[in-house]
């Protein structure tokens, strides 16, 4: 895949390109925008990530886009610009650490690396440079690509740490499978079998737009019986579960309300 001329198509990396070198800074476009393009998926959502101050990046971007509004999240480190359909995110590159009690974490300025590693699935971390003497070369030090060709949910680091510091990344990853049709890797699997209680710190509101985004999937089917196989059904959503099994009364039995038949693969 010729990442640097699928980059080309879109006139805005070669201005945020420009803008990076302009400024001295070591700039990637990142995330889920890499996912989709290797997906050959289209994303409207773009990530950036700059090794410096990303804020200082996007004020440059705007102008170079005809002085579009920038909006400014200083206590994130964030910024983002909207233009013509497209939501184009900044940010340094940084390095994350977390309190058991919450899952905001306490961020410092860091590497690539650093950044690539805080991520939550190896398919998420892949990075693609936008400078003009490295522009379209990937940064896939955590094996993304292998991770996409395999359909493989997998955390870049130790899964039961990354769950642990941020719980929400146990409904991601049923979303991810269920979103895409890909697996949850047998280890991360395991970790986020042994985490589920640290969804008690997550909000409802949050677990409701996970659930949301599973109904909303290709086979929503699959990702809730990764989440009851996973025992997280059990803990967000019991009502659900108390439809599982088949009630036979005077020898007449009911169907099973919980499984629902479908074309999709199951455990």
Not at 8 to 13: E, R
Not at 26 to 41: A, F, I, P, S, W
Not at 51 to 65: C, P, R
Not at 206 to 220: A, C, G, Q, V
Request: include cysteine; glycine fraction near 8%.
């Amino acid at each position: 895949m010729n990442l640097s001329k699928l980059l080309k198509q879109n006139k805005i990396f070669e201005i945020v390109g420009r803008c990076a070198d302009e400024l001295d800074l070591e700039t990637y476009v990142v995330g889920g925008y890499v996912r989709d393009l290797m997906l050959h998926k289209l994303s409207k959502d773009i990530d950036f990530v700059c090794v410096g101050n990303g804020m200082k990046l996007a004020g440059m971007v705007s102008s170079k886009l005809g002085g579009l509004k920038v909006s400014y999240f200083k206590n994130f480190g964030t910024a983002m610009i909207k233009a013509d359909g497209w939501e184009l995110e900044f940010v340094g590159a940084r390095k994350e650490s977390y309190r058991r009690e919450s899952r905001k974490p306490i961020v410092e300025n860091g590497t690539l690396q650093d950044d690539q590693s805080r991520r939550d699935f190896t398919i998420n971390t892949m990075a693609i440079a936008l400078n003009k003497s490295g522009f379209g070369t990937l940064v896939d030090p955590f094996e993304g690509t292998e991770d996409l060709r395999r359909k493989s949910i997998k955390t870049p680091l130790d899964p039961v740490i990354t769950f642990s510091d941020d719980p929400l990344r146990i409904m991601r990853a049923v979303r991810f499978a269920s979103q895409l049709g890909f697996d949850i890797e047998a280890h991360t699997f395991e970790a986020i079998t042994n985490t589920t209680e640290r969804l008690s710190i997550i909000s409802q509101e949050r677990i409701t737009d996970e659930l949301n985004k599973i109904i909303l999937s290709r086979t929503p089917s699959y990702g809730f019986k990764l989440l009851y196989h996973a025992g997280i059904l059990q803990q967000i959503f019991p009502e659900l579960v108390a439809l599982k099994g088949v009630e036979t009364i005077n020898n007449q039995s009911h169907k099973d309300n919980f499984y629902i038949p479908c074309r999709c693969s199951t455990m």
